[in-house]
């Protein structure tokens, strides 16, 4: 990307330094739950056919395919306690210029993401020891 951005002769934004940050977010997050799900789905063999509706949810539930100003304004408080509303908001700002959240959100997400992790990594090596007689 940076050699493009310099065989273009571009100018990006300041929200282009934030990217890294939300994607790190957004992967700790879905490490933190998919340890979860592993775990789970090792025990509980029901749970491999309901990540996915999960995962539909929580798309739906995100502003992937919408803009956070989509959003009304009685309902963006409650919704931006969504862990994953501010990193997608950043990335959609650092890359094609739209208002950046405040960084308090992006904080916000970024405990809520590193609980989640830790949260994920203590069920899974719990659940790590009956592995072998499960499977």
């Known amino acids: 990307m940076i ?20 994607v790190s977010i957004l992967i700790v997050t879905a490490l933190g739950i998919g340890l979860v799900a592993a775990s789970l789905a090792v025990r509980y063999r029901d749970i ?16 992937v395919g919408y803009s956070m100003s989509a959003v009304p304004g009685r309902v963006r408080q409650i919704y931006s306690l969504n862990p ?7 990335m959609r700002a650092g890359l094609i210029g739209t208002q950046a959240p405040d960084l308090s959100s992006l904080g916000y ?9 830790l949260i994920g990594a203590a069920v899974f090596r719990h659940n790590e020891r009956n592995f072998a007689d499960v499977i």
């Open 3 to 22: 050699v493009l951005v310099l065989m273009f002769h571009l100018h990006p934004a300041f929200g282009i330094l934030l990217v890294p940050i939300a």
């Open 48 to 63: 491999q056919h309901i990540v996915p509706l999960m995962l539909q949810l929580l798309m739906y539930g995100s502003p």
């Open 84 to 90: 994953l509303a501010a990193p997608i908001e950043c």
């Open 109 to 117: 997400s970024a405990i809520v993401a590193i609980l989640l992790f």
